[in-house]
């Protein structure tokens, strides 16, 4: 699966037996790492699982995995490629994070060429992100 990556490669911020697992949904953290985001000291599966923790709020501590280099990286500063024939988590929108505008750019014409969608900032989407 596209969003799974080898554990050693996973940077998982929590700690105790459940750090592996989403503080918002249960999916595993390294199973979906791709589309991780933390916030507060909490790690998430997917942006949709972000909006649930912030009740819609743009916090702007937030990160994200970068899916290139699996960094994470400032939320509001990511370039989001949105909607792509490879598989989103928690909904059929994918929604991936780059740090780069060149890399997001490079992906989605490469890669992904159904309805791709570049953004530079989630600030830009928020609320299309609900579903």
Not at 53 to 79: C, H, M, R, W, Y
Not at 112 to 126: A, F, G, K, V, Y
């Amino acid at each position: 699966m596209f969003q799974s990556v080898d554990p050693s490669k996973a940077t998982l911020v929590g700690s105790g037996e459940d750090k592996e697992y989403c503080a918002v949904c249960g999916m595993n953290l390294v199973k979906f790492h791709k589309t991780n985001h933390v916030y507060n000291g909490k790690q998430v599966a997917s942006l949709h699982c972000l909006y649930e923790l912030t009740e819609g709020k743009i916090p702007s501590d937030a990160q994200v995995v970068d899916t290139k280099n699996l960094n994470l990286i400032d939320v509001n500063k990511a370039f989001y490629v949105v909607g792509s024939s490879v598989k989103g988590t928690m909904t059929r929108n994918s929604k991936y994070a780059f740090s780069t505008e060149a890399d997001a750019k490079r992906i989605s014409s490469r890669k992904w060429r159904r309805d791709n969608e570049l953004c530079q900032s989630l600030r830009d989407r928020w609320t299309g992100f609900r579903g």
